[in-house]
Nanobody, 117 residues
């Protein structure tokens, strides 16, 4: 049974920083990617950042966060992080960690990030 748990959400002022963490438990032998998504009130869930488990382990970002956010992970792929800098009020959302195993997605319960102006 794979479980995904996020943490690190908080209330922060615009221009501030936060670091979100995602802990994965269970078998991840077939893991192919780890990512972060977010969902603001009244909006669809959107991709924020993803890192693939390939030879080059590439990271990709939404245009809205590129240059401000950075995704990383531990060597064992049991934990991923989302470092968020220069936060803006439009970054306010529930942030979800996603783990993809054999084309099946696993999600955490989400962590709230609120950026005040």
């Amino acid at each position: 049974q794979v479980q995904v748990v996020e943490s690190g959400g908080d209330l922060v002022q615009a221009g501030g920083s936060l670091k979100l963490s995602c802990e994965v438990s269970g078998s991840i032998v077939t893991l192919s990617a780890m990512g972060w998504f977010r969902q603001a009130p009244g909006k669809q869930r959107e991709l924020v950042a993803v890192i693939t488990k390939s030879a080059r382990s590439t990271a990709n970002y939404a245009d809205s966060v590129r240059g401000r956010f950075s995704i990383s992970r531990t060597g064992a792929w049991k934990t991923s992080y989302l470092q968020m800098n220069d936060l803006k009020p439009e970054d306010t959302a529930v942030y979800y960690c996603n783990v993809r195993l054999s084309n099946q997605d696993y999600w955490g319960q989400g962590t709230q990030v609120t950026v005040s102006s």
